[in-house]
């Protein structure tokens, strides 16, 4: 079965330091692995996406996550945080062609940037 | 530009009322699918569907009813509503050949019951 762990469900970073959010998967074939941002009040959008084509992924915003099969994990990172980045974050397992759009979603980050 | 667009925004409703809540995409995506997000959860797939006419139940259908009458329109319906389904309700849509990858979601719903 497949399954989605975020490992920390808040995380605090000052502004300009890295952002590290991480992501544990359980999956019984090669998945395709998403990172959702919500914003307060707002849809959720996608930050980045892992469809096997390569294990460094860069999204929008200057996120990049990697994705590491011997770890089973796909963590999001960021150089240098920014205030706007302050959101949920979602982490996220697509359980593949045929089974329609099937998300299994992580419980979510809360990124909080400190001035 | 208006994409997935969800009504209403807030709602409070009582024990046992029925409500409709309304989802329109202007995509002409096929994929359509509601989620209810609780608190400090991830979301979790209610129902969805692949085109017009055409529904499916998600991971937590129970207590809720959907129809697709058209391409544009997927309303979520609550018949007798319970307090376990206070909740924040998205909708999302998605064109055919990415049904498994980028989704465009609504601003959302959220419904308390009392």
């Known amino acids: 079965a497949q399954s989605v762990t975020q490992l920390d469900s808040h995380v605090s970073v000052s502004e300009g330091t890295p952002v590290l959010l991480r992501c544990n998967y359980s999956?019984?074939?090669?998945?395709?692995l998403f990172w959702y941002v919500q914003h307060p009040n707002k849809g959720l959008q996608l930050l980045l996406k892992?469809?096997?084509?390569?294990?460094l992924v860069k999204g929008i915003n200057g996120f990049e996550a990697e994705f590491k099969k011997s770890e089973t994990s796909f963590h999001l990172t960021k150089p240098s945080a920014h205030m706007s980045d302050a959101a949920e974050y979602f982490c996220?397992?697509?359980?593949?062609?045929?089974?329609?759009?099937?998300?299994?979603f992580g419980q979510g980050t809360t990124l909080q940037v400190k001035p | 530009n208006a994409g997935v667009t969800q009504t209403p925004k807030f709602r409070i409703l009582k024990i046992g009322q029925s409500m409709t809540l309304q989802c329109t995409q202007d995509?002409?995506?096929?994929?359509m699918y509601w989620y209810r997000q609780d608190p400090g959860m991830g979301l979790k797939l209610i129902y969805y569907s692949v085109g017009a006419g055409i529904t499916d139940k998600g991971e937590v259908p129970n207590g809720y009813n959907v129809s697709r009458s058209t391409t544009e329109d997927f309303p979520l319906r609550l018949e007798l509503a319970a307090p376990s389904q206070t909740s924040v309700y998205f909708c999302?849509?998605?064109?055919?050949?990415?049904?498994?990858?980028?989704?465009?979601f609504g601003s959302g719903t959220q419904l308390s019951v009392l």
């Open positions: 999956s019984s074939y090669s998945p395709s």
């Open positions: 996220v397992v697509s359980l593949g062609s045929g089974n329609t759009g099937k998300l299994i």
């Open positions: 999302a849509s998605g064109p055919r050949q990415e049904a498994n990858e980028k989704l465009f």
């Open positions: 995509m002409n995506h096929n994929y």
């Open positions: 892992y469809t096997s084509a390569a294990t």
